[in-house]
């Protein structure tokens, strides 16, 4: 029988802490408040000092609640049984389904030996032109949304995961809005997919501490699978409400912030989630797409920021489109080369002249007369828009490769197009 | 006596330790928890109480754990053996770690860095007798595809007479291959490999010199306009995405030196995969042998413990240092600086130091000066010269240039690469801004022509921005003919596709060729009566220097095509710009 202390010593926020001996650094302990139970993780020791992050949040804990601790880390249950089922952070059923204590594993645990790892190889196709063509998505890779708040993202987030190819779906939700989680609940649902699908839900709802066992959660389960040979597609919204709440704690326990309130750490904290996206060799793949929205339509906030330096590209969702600058997959020259001749040249040709666009529109805007070489400009940005960002578009690659060539043939010569002769000559549509 | 202690704080990856006996500043210690052993360092001493960063999770340290000392610095093993090979921070060899392992990285699991069975052929260059110091040849054994040098250990500061030496034969790295008389009579046998500790800089050298020669890149825009020399070094700071590590990429595939030491320090993993699966393939044009043979890769990525991240720029470098004792020249390659930096801002946090600007240390400067600093052109005793040469990425928050690291780092390098966002949205690769970056070195075309070039790219991107103000029509054909020159010279010199196979690596020789060729266009005065005509001019001619970039060199299309851009300026030329003519008349 493990001990319990019923002396807490300090509450600060959400974090408390208790003299205690034989506790290790990372060790869970639960504590009971007239509010019910509570899990609470350990992240410092200091002599018989024990500080732990209560889950459940400071709130409504007295002195002299009785904490018990249970002699190991965070673990989740893995086995076939998670499927279709839905968790909260912590672990907990949030459907009515029964409690799992079968197969514990830890997690957040060792990362990946990059010598094992190999060189990402298959395209998944999403029918969205901005992603295929120009951001093509590659299994393993990890890729954010980065979107103001308002936008589709969840949506997004949803179709492409409805679209993709995977043997199964976890999503790590939080901080979500509760209309948000039912929205997932019947896309998934109407799509078939949610018997293949596991949640680990924190809404908005919830106690703030708790969304940070999410996205390990998520992926230490995620791993498993994929050493079982599954094709993972991890789902993460908001990766910003987690910051946040890695903020609020680094706050509490008084560290020196780095930048805006953010821990100095916040780069590795999210690296070490998001580098656990892998293709194992002889087995499956976890490839992670997750949303992080900007506060302020601000890239250079912290998280964004951070974000971008980690993840392997980004969509960056505005105003209902996928922008084509900012966005970019930096697996995608891993895949285009394979998919057809002319889908490098057309991806980064057709950006350059809709730079070229932007240029003649904020002429325009100016009130200056607009050359021959302008109004095609603006002829060739406006179909740019309509047939390859316009997010209601669906077709398959080779289909908007075709309509690529013919956007360009509409609006320009050939030599105007900046592309290689040779690719013109095969490629380009003859007049009809 | 190596002293002991136990754990009396954890947070974090420090802990706090209550010492037993005598420890030094920086002595590796081992943390025994459940069993296993982590590595430690210690980084501040106080009293009895010790704090040490773990080079490994730390969770399930509890208090009162045990603590074993080492006596020993935090070290690098140097011999013949690193080429090749893929190390963590702490050089753990990271394939022998996965086949020992399995696929993660479990923690407290340490290798030889260096292949204990294989044999080398060895080559003695000293007689018995011979008076030996510190760094002095004692023979040489076969590497991949250069000669490694087998010296007097470095830590061995005494004048030393050799007592007897291996004949010519194969020898594993811990045979004895030489005794050595120290001044006092004591008889030290040597081995083909030794330890040095990572922060301190290999200093055998004679002297060190000024870095002259370019490093050749093969980048046009590097190579012609922003060198970097042999022993020199630069930065690549910019945005994330905008480039920093695809550049480093090919720079790690061609560039002329003879040994590549990639550290991929706190970045992605996947990326070091790339190099890791691609170099066994590729060749060597130099040498006809594969690239990884000539490289060594420190992979600590972001994901893997940020104290060994810290320690891997040194596990880096002082391999660096090493090579170039052989009379080598050696290129570090270092992805991203700011990561390392990072390590040491979190370490300094839980040290509870006072924070400098955005939470960095108050050394933050000095510490990054430390590191260029280990850079170098040296001319060794023997008169062979050997080079380091730096090039680290930067990774600044929000892209932008004005933060400590970045600006502590353009203090000291002596080559600027800044990649802009804009350049790299508009797909303009390698999008090192031309004008803002700055090198203070030497390139492989003469200064007075560059500058020609330079001057026709400031006026076009003066006139480019008026253009914004007073529009195209407020603008003089004349003008409207420089901005378009200038244009010209970005896509067609600047910008160069990484990804095609004849264009991503340029030889000196084909760049002097493809820059008098731009002289010749950015030197003529042209016969275009409209902006119209001008902008039609200048585009065909674009596509056809890209195809002609595009080209094998000296093959059959190229000479077509270099035959078409010659007609079609001749078409247009009414005649050569003075300062232009007298410069192309020095060529
Ligand atoms: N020279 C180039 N030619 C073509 N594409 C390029 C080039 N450089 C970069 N890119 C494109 O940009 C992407 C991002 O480049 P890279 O990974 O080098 O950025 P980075 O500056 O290292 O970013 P981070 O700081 O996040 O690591 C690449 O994956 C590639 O798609
Ligand atoms: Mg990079």
Redesign the pocket.
Known sequence: MRKVYSKIDSIVGNVITVKADGVKYGDLAEISTSFGDSLAEVNKLDGDMVSLQVFAGGQGISTGDEVRFLGHPMQVSFSENLMGRIFSGSGAPRDNGPTLNENLIPIGGPSFNPANRIIPKNMIRTGIPMIDLFNTLVESQKLPIFSVSGEPYNELLARIAMQAEVDMIILGGMGLKYDDYLFFKDTLEEGGALSRTIMFIHTAADPIVESLQVPDISLAVAEKFALQGKKVLVLLTDMTNFADAMKEIAITQEQVPSNRGYPGDLYSQLASRYEKAVDIQGAGSITILGVTTMPGDDVTHPVPDNT??ITE?QYYLKNGRIEPFGS?S?L??QVNDKTRDDHRALMDGMIKLYASYKDSLEKQSMGFTMSAWDSKLLKYGASFEKEMMDLSVNVPLEKALDNGWKILADSFNKEETGLKSSLIDQFWPAVS | MKSTGKVVGVNGNMVTVEIAGDIKLNEVGYVVTGGTKLKSEVIRINGDRAQMQVFEITKGIGIGDPVEFSEELLAVELGPGLLGQVYDGLQNPLPELAEAAGHFLERGFYLDPLPKDQKWEFTPSVEIGAQVVKADKLGEVPEGTIKHNIMVPFSMLDNYSVKSIKSKGSYDIKDTIAELEDSRGNVIPVSMSFEWPVKKAIKCYAERLRPVDPMVTQIRLVDTFLPVAKGGTYCIP??????????QQ?TSKFADVDIVIVAACG??AG?VVETLKEFPELLDPKTGKSLMERTIIICNTSSMPVASREASVYTAVTLGEYYRQMGLDVLLLA??TSRWAQAMREMSGRLEEIPGEEAFPAYLESTIAGFYERAGLVQLKDGQKGSVTIGG?V?PAGGNFEEPVTQATLKVVGAFHG?SRER?DA?K???IHPIDSWSKYKGIIDEEQTSYAYDILFRSNEIESMMKVVGEEGTSLQDFVIYQKGELLDATYFQ????DPVDAAVSPERQKYLFNIMMEILGAELDLSSKDEARSWFNQLRQVILDYNGSEWQCDAFKDLEEQIKKTLAEKKIRVDERAAALMEKI
């Open positions: 971008g330096y590209g970019l930096r995608k020259q | 910019g945005p994330f995405g905008a480039g920093k590590t695809v550049l090919i970045e992605r990326e992805d991203s990425t990774s990649l790299s797909r690769y390698p999008a160069q596709n990484s990804f």
